[in-house]
């Protein structure tokens, strides 16, 4: 594959999971202001349970869209390495937001989303590496691949 493939190959997978991101974090932001400020739960709890929320729209969308064409494990080593990517960008998000709120502990509605975006532009960073890398890696074998029986020729 030449270098100029690879990155328009780069290109389309980021461009397809920022737009899975852009939707599940749409997603995120909504949940944690109904939570936090409609619910009145905890910050640090609202961070938690909207990336929860949002998880499932990015599960699916970049399962089915973005890394289609990736995935060598097996559909519950997939489900479980990307439940602990999740996790632990879960965990990171959430002190990010809990540090932001100790920081600047009588903030306003606008300081408090400045923080959780803040927090998600580093998670999703982390989370397109991790994809890439870990939950979705290496190349799926091809429908028609899998249905041929191999033959061994010697």
């Not at 899975?20 to 640090?44: C, K, R």
């Not at 923080?115 to 991790?130: E, K, Q, Y």
Request: aromatic share 12%; with cysteine; proline share 3%.
């Amino acid at each position: 594959m030449t270098q100029h493939s690879r990155l328009r190959r780069l290109i389309g997978l980021s461009s397809r999971f920022l737009t899975i991101g852009a939707i599940s974090t749409l997603i995120e932001i909504a949940a944690f202001n109904i939570l936090f400020y409609g619910l009145h739960v905890d910050g640090v709890w609202a961070k938690i349970f909207a990336s929860l929320i949002a998880l499932v729209n990015a599960y699916f969308g970049n399962r089915e869209w973005t890394f289609k064409n990736r995935g060598k494990h097996s559909r519950a080593l997939e489900v479980a390495l990307f439940i602990i990517v999740n996790g632990i960008c879960t965990l990171l998000g959430a002190g990010i937001v809990g540090a932001g709120l100790w920081a600047f502990p009588d903030s306003g509605p606008v300081v408090v989303n400045i923080i959780n975006l803040f927090s998600i532009g580093v998670v999703v960073a982390l989370r397109f590496l991790l994809y890439h890398y870990v939950v979705f890696r290496g190349d799926r074998p091809s429908r028609t691949a899998m249905a041929e029986p191999e033959t061994d020729n010697s």
